[in-house]
């Protein structure tokens, strides 16, 4: 999802053959960064996919003398009124960039700093001048190394929605974040500005179990109801009735989201959550965390019971920003330090002193979060599924989306655990998409045995290796460092309730709208994991 937000694949033209087939590298222009794609007719499994190749950066089919990233155009769609354009689908395609401002310094001092400008850094910086109880009496300061989000979760993401989760703290957290999302023009309007319309798609997901799996299935949709989301179960019948283009074949059961579950623009939140946030006097620095000083403090009595090992907490006194592209840093002394990093917080959790303890003790435990790439893939299919298509979500672990109503769509699945990927980049791997995805979507969807993959790209999840949950809350023996990470995919749409739940915490002491105790630290060191049976 870059521009210089997307990085696409940049070897060449691609044949591609059907579904499980071979893949074969053409010789096409090589080391091409952000060029164009443009994609010729498939015959089918087994036939040809053709992929153009796009000058670098340069003007194809309509994508300008260096426009970045250029646009994706589908050849031979036969569509009325000329072809698709998937350029729309692509992150970043839409976008308006953020307001150039020249990088400066960021103040001596601050009340809190949010290591983090994504989607849960932004909001936990709105809900804290939200909720303060003086205007101007917190100074929250937004630190994001990278301006251009070119390498952001939140804008790399396929922007679902769901409450079709196994454990209650989640199911809640996204009941409460459609509702803000619903009334968002409440919550995130500015005066003078336009309205917020994050464009979305109230399509529901829809899960699919196989026979071995349906019993879970059902465990989950009673928890899920017990919570409070619309949900609804529907046996093979009544899924096809529903749903006549999907093969039930195989499907024992399956669950569909009735309310507040479908997809919007990742961008729209983010900037508008950053917008109402700025305009409430929370100051935006452009810069990366390096270093921080510290000092030791004695636990309370309580707390000692807890850490049998030890005695002393630590306490952040500063951390030292750098500016980018220079050896230039500001040290800034703070009260409160919020990691919200996302992929990248466990390395800003060992500069801050999280894990740097002896090994073997609680102050030894490293933040469990680590990247973990994710490709999402773009395809054509004009006799695909049309406006009642929902978020697929197939036993397999593949899912699918609609995208726009000209025959888009979106698809991807998450790798096993020993076939991930390299972090190094953001590369797309086609070859998954061959091997992986394909399949899976021309046995569930017959008419995606023919279609056009247009484009791909890449993008991080806060991967927790613990539980695949959340983080939220102080870190007990470091008792100004608060923790919203590690979601594991589903960080973007808990992010409304994530930052309220961290500004209840840091203000109130305590959580007020939703008891989310058990996502804490504590669980880590007590190896005590929330297992999710819902990651997506």
């Not at 072809?83 to 729309?88: L, R």
């Not at 009941?175 to 003078?192: Q, T």
């Not at 529907?234 to 899924?239: E, G, R």
């Not at 991080?460 to 990470?485: E, K, R, S």
């Amino acid at each position: 999802m870059t521009s210089s937000r997307v990085r696409r694949e940049d070897r060449g033209e691609l044949y591609v053959g059907g579904p499980g087939g071979p893949l074969r590298w053409g010789t096409g222009r090589t080391g091409r960064t952000g060029g164009t794609f443009t994609s010729g007719d498939r015959g089918g499994p087994g036939g040809p996919l053709r992929r153009g190749t796009g000058e670098d950066r340069g003007d194809l089919y309509g994508g300008g003398p260096g426009r970045t990233g250029g646009t994706f155009t589908l050849g031979g769609t036969g569509e009325p009124g000329g072809p698709g354009k998937a350029a729309d689908v692509l992150p970043g395609s839409h976008w308006d960039l953020l307001e150039r401002r020249e990088a400066k310094l960021p103040p001596h001092q601050a009340d809190i700093v949010i290591v983090g400008g994504g989607v849960v850094g932004w909001s936990v910086a709105y809900w804290l001048k939200q909720k303060e109880r003086v205007r101007g009496g917190v100074k929250v300061v937004v630190v994001e190394k990278d301006p251009t989000y070119s390498q952001a979760s939140t804008v790399l993401s396929a922007g679902g929605i769901r409450q079709q989760f196994s454990l209650p703290e989640n199911i809640r957290l996204s009941l409460a974040s459609a509702d803000f999302m619903r009334n968002i023009n409440d919550h995130l309007g500015v005066a003078d500005q336009d309205p917020v319309d994050l464009q979305f798609n109230h399509s529901g997901y829809l899960f699919l179990a196989s026979e071995r799996a349906a019993h879970i299935m059902e465990e989950n949709y009673s928890t899920q109801r017990n919570a409070g989301a619309k949900v609804s179960l529907l046996s093979p019948t009544q899924l096809k009735e529903k749903f006549p283009w999907l093969n039930t074949d195989d499907v024992a059961l399956a669950s569909y989201g009735l309310e507040n579950e479908g997809w919007f623009d990742p961008w729209t939140l983010l900037n508008a959550f950053r917008r109402k946030a700025m305009s409430m006097g929370v100051i935006q620095s452009c810069g990366e965390v390096i270093g921080s000083s510290r000092r030791s403090c004695s636990l309370s009595l309580s707390r000692r019971d807890f850490f049998k090992t030890t005695n002393h907490s630590l306490r952040i006194q500063s951390v030292k920003v750098q500016m980018p592209n220079s050896l230039e840093y500001q040290p800034v002394e703070c009260a409160i330090v919020v990691n919200a990093a996302g992929a990248f917080s466990n390395k800003l959790a060992q500069i801050l002193g999280i894990g740097s303890g002896p090994k073997g003790t609680f102050a030894g435990i490293p933040l469990p979060v680590e990247p973990r790439k994710r490709f999402v893939y773009v395809f054509h299919c004009p006799d695909g599924p049309g406006l009642d298509t929902p978020f697929l979500v197939d036993y397999s672990g593949v899912y699918f989306r609609r995208e726009g109503l000209g025959g888009n769509y979106i698809a991807g699945a998450s790798p096993e655990e020993a076939e991930e990927p390299d972090t190094n980049d953001l590369e797309v791997d086609h070859q998954f998409f061959e091997e992986k995805i394909w399949p899976p979507l021309a046995h569930r969807v017959r008419a995606f045995e023919k279609l056009k993959v247009t484009s791909a790209w890449a993008g991080f999840y806060d991967y927790n290796t613990f539980d695949q949950n959340g983080i939220i809350g102080m870190h007990p023996l470091v008792n100004n460092m608060y923790f919203a990470t590690g979601f594991s995919g589903h960080g973007l749409q808990h992010s409304p309730a994530v930052g309220r739940a961290v500004a209840e915490l840091i203000l109130d002491g305590n959580f007020k709208t939703l008891d989310l105790s058990e996502l804490g630290f504590r669980r880590i060191l007590a190896q005590e994991p929330m297992l999710e049976r819902n990651i997506v």
